[in-house]
């Protein structure tokens, strides 16, 4: 085993010499025996080795190739994004976003500095959404969201007024499942997040935002049609031109990474200049046989929303790391007495475990786990637990986010796999950057350790030195930005 497998080992799996400290204490009662196996179960089922996650790794290599092939050809639907010229950090001027993805919208103004200047200045404002224009008509939502962009730029100084004869541009994020068209139209599919506007089923987002745009008579063009994952990309692209993925790991997980445009079968336009092509994975919906499911993973997949779909999603992601947890606790509670006598009802609520509370309780040093205590108490109500009980609380949180950490960094070694960076290439000089934003990554500390540490110890110590993460945070909003000035219509043509 090389230093960085060992040094993985520890990162992820610092719980493991004090659980074995709680069971042996714990060995007298047959109650306690019970949790404690219930542990051990947990902990087989979500085992992740490193020849598993190799395996992993293949596995989503394979499904890539597929997905690039024909259109169904694989659960990973592998969406051509049509964006084909990604910042490069010389991009200058003034560029807008517009980022819709729930009750509320935000509206961007960055300036950019030009010939590797970088950002300038970045201004934005949020807007409510009546609930009323949820359900209502395509006309009524998006002339809301124009006349509130109008109001927007109304205020801005004469400084960024584009010159005589030219359009202010917009990259446009649309957090909605869409089928993209060109790298500046796209039809929905359906609404999610408590949208139900059925006029817009089926229609060009970008047509029916233009129309109210032109309503209005704000001269101002859609440049880009952006999904976020893409736009954490393109975020951390403009300041490093070696960063060759987006990665997303909070409440929902999702990838886009830089394909051969010759490397996708199922492109049928002709090829970019740039012989590049961004994908946009979903690969929430990566299945493999080789994934660690547990019988939570099973019944928290069964009584969800979308059984059998977003399968990956559901085992690494922020919206499900803590119900996991809470299944695996309640099951204790069940059958082991583990927080007294009786089931504590709160326990029985489904999601009221979150993964914020799940990693508050895993970075709890202190010596009688103080921070676990109050989280069990203020959260499941349940009060005056003893600290051994508040041991093997972590080592649940311990096993669950090491699962998860572990099977995100094998998946994007399937992603260096797929584009041939998962080895050293002649003279070593080739640097390769992920860029991962969400608050997993962001937030939770020994996520994101045992992420990187799990990367180097399926890489090996030498390719693991031309591979680095790097957090890019907004995609959704200056990546949006920086995709408009990347498929300006203007490139190329001097600045007035």
Do not use: W
């Given at each position: 085993m090389g230093k960085t497998a060992v040094g993985a080992a520890v990162a992820c799996a610092a719980a493991a010499a004090a659980a074995l400290v709680v069971r042996n204490r714990l060995g007298s009662s047959g109650k306690w025996e019970r949790a404690v196996?219930?542990?051990?179960?947990?902990?087989?089922?979500?085992?992740?080795?490193?020849?598993?996650?190799?395996?992993?790794?293949?596995?989503?290599?394979?499904?890539?190739?597929?997905?690039?092939?024909?259109?169904?050809?694989?659960?990973?639907?592998?969406?051509?994004s049509f964006v084909d010229n990604l910042p490069t950090g010389d991009e200058k001027g003034t560029f807008y976003a517009l980022d819709l993805g729930g009750t509320n919208f935000r509206t961007l103004r960055v300036q950019?500095?030009?010939?590797?200047?970088?950002?300038?200045?970045?201004?934005?404002?949020?807007?409510?959404?009546?609930?009323?224009l949820m359900t209502g008509s395509s006309e009524e939502l998006f002339d809301f969201i124009a006349t509130s962009l109008a109001k927007f730029i109304s205020s801005e100084p004469e400084e960024f007024h584009p010159p005589p004869g030219r359009q202010r541009e917009l990259g446009f994020t649309f957090s909605f499942p869409v089928r993209q068209t060109s790298?500046?139209?796209?039809?929905?599919i359906k609404w999610t997040k408590g949208f139900s506007i059925e006029d817009m089923v089926g229609e060009d987002v970008v047509g029916r935002l233009t129309k109210s745009l032109e309503k209005i008579g704000l001269d101002m063009r859609v440049a880009a049609l952006v999904n976020d994952t893409v736009g954490t990309l393109a975020r951390a692209r403009f300041g490093n031109q070696d960063v060759i993925a987006g990665v997303i790991l909070g409440t929902g997980t999702n990838a886009a990474y830089v394909e051969r445009a010759q490397a996708i079968p199922k492109w049928q336009g002709p090829l970019p200049n740039s012989g590049a092509m961004v994908i946009n994975m979903e690969w929430g919906n990566f299945v493999s046989s080789h994934l660690p499911l547990?019988?939570?993973?099973?019944?928290?997949?069964?009584?969800?929303l979308n059984p059998g779909e977003q399968i990956f999603e559901k085992l690494i992601?922020?919206?499900?790391?803590?119900?996991?947890?809470?299944?695996?606790?309640?099951?204790?509670?069940?059958?082991?007495?583990?927080?007294?006598?009786?089931?504590?009802?709160k326990l029985k609520t489904p999601f009221i475990f979150k993964t914020p509370d799940m990693s508050a309780i895993h970075h709890d040093t202190s010596s009688d786990l103080e921070v676990v205590g109050d989280k069990l108490r203020d959260?499941?109500?349940?009060?005056?637990?003893?600290?051994?009980?508040?041991?093997?609380?972590?080592?649940?949180?311990?096993?669950?986010?090491?699962?998860?950490?572990?099977?995100?960094?094998?998946?994007?070694?399937?992603?260096l796999k797929k584009i041939g960076r998962d080895t050293v290439k002649d003279g070593g000089e080739q640097r390769t950057v992920i860029a991962v934003d969400g608050g997993l990554f962001e937030h939770y500390a020994k996520f994101r350790n045992c992420l990187e540490s799990t990367l180097k110890e399926l890489l090996g110590d030498e390719v693991a030195e031309t591979i680095a993460m790097e957090h890019s945070n907004d995609g959704s909003g200056i990546g949006a930005a920086l995709l408009a000035a990347s498929h300006s219509q203007y490139l190329g043509l001097t600045e007035s």
């Open positions: 196996t219930i542990v051990k179960e947990l902990e087989e089922q979500c085992g992740t080795p490193t020849s598993k996650l190799k395996l992993v790794a293949e596995a989503m290599e394979v499904e890539m190739h597929a997905g690039l092939a024909s259109e169904g050809g694989s659960k990973l639907k592998m969406l051509i950019l500095g030009g010939n590797g200047k970088g950002i300038d200045k970045i201004e934005q404002k949020e807007v409510s959404i009546p609930p009323h790298v500046a139209s796209g039809t929905l547990t019988e939570y993973d099973k019944a928290l997949d069964a009584e969800s992601s922020g919206m499900y790391l803590g119900e996991i947890a809470r299944r695996a606790l309640l099951k204790m509670a069940e059958e082991a007495d583990f927080f007294g006598d009786t089931v504590p009802p959260v499941l109500k349940i009060d005056d637990t003893a600290v051994e009980t508040r041991k093997i609380v972590v080592e649940v949180c311990d096993i669950v986010a090491t699962r998860g950490a572990r099977l995100a960094a094998a998946s994007m070694v399937g992603i």
